[in-house]
């Protein structure tokens, strides 16, 4: 079974500040893909970004960017120039090719980007 | 641009009592997913429908859980007799292809009594 872990609950930076969240996954398979999701207070998740694990190259959008070590089972997010909008709680996810297209998520970090 | 919408946003129920919980996903996606979420605790998959039927199911989706997609905009999760592990977030999801992005609605507190 395939697992997520987040080992940050909570985690606050300065605005424009950098900041990246960690995520480990457990999985024995090849074909899959990680997905970044973020929930800001009393609204629903979007998503943030998303990484093919075939694609060597770390997928980026705009100020978001993963680090994707697929031989070491990680997938961290990095969030440059942090905004106050950034404030959320973030949910890396896993999605095994083929598997009905079910997320495992992780447990969540909470990001407070302070004024 | 479109959204996912789920009502009743909280809904407070009698330990025993049915429920129903609606979702209305985006109008052109052909995958459907409910997750929940217990306060305190991982977001956990339940089902995932397609093409009229369940594509597949956790352990937790048991004989109590049911889903339907009863007039081609409507995707409910009904509840048959709710207990207070019921208690929890409820998130519907859709999503054009089945590894695209799933887009999520704002979710249903469920609080059994």
């Known amino acids: 079974a395939q697992t997520v872990t987040q080992s940050q609950p909570e985690m606050s930076v300065q605005e424009a500040e950098t900041v990246t969240l960690s995520c480990t996954y457990d999985?024995?398979?090849?074909?899959?893909?990680l997905f970044w999701y973020k929930q800001p207070p009393s609204r629903q998740m979007i998503l943030v970004i998303r990484?093919?694990?075939?694609k060597q190259q770390n997928a980026t959008e705009n100020r978001f960017s993963v680090n994707f070590q697929k031989a070491a089972k990680s997938f961290s997010l990095k969030i440059s120039d942090s905004q106050l909008g950034d404030t959320a709680m973030y949910f890396c996810?896993?999605?095994?090719?083929?598997?009905?297209?079910?997320?495992?998520w992780g447990a969540g970090t909470k990001l407070i980007i302070k004024p | 641009e479109p959204e996912v919408t789920q009502t009743p946003s909280h809904q407070v129920t009698q330990m025993g009592q049915e429920v129903i919980l609606r979702c209305v996903p985006i109008?052109?996606?052909?995958?459907f997913y409910w997750y929940r979420q217990i306060l305190g605790q991982k977001v956990e998959f339940l089902v995932s429908?397609?093409?009229?039927?369940?594509?597949?199911k956790s352990e937790i989706f048991d004989d109590q859980f049911s889903v339907e997609r009863p007039d081609g905009s409507n995707f409910t999760l009904k509840i048959r007799s709710t207990k207070l592990e019921d208690s929890a977030m409820y998130f519907c999801?859709?999503?054009?292809?089945?590894?695209?992005?799933?887009?999520f609605g704002p979710g249903t507190r469920l609080t059994v009594l």
């Open positions: 109008s052109n996606h052909l995958y």
């Open positions: 429908f397609y093409n009229n039927e369940i594509s597949e």
């Open positions: 996810a896993f999605m095994k090719h083929g598997s009905n297209y079910q997320l495992i």
């Open positions: 999985t024995s398979e090849n074909n899959y893909y």
């Open positions: 999801a859709s999503s054009d292809r089945g590894v695209d992005e799933q887009f």
């Open positions: 990484q093919e694990a075939y």
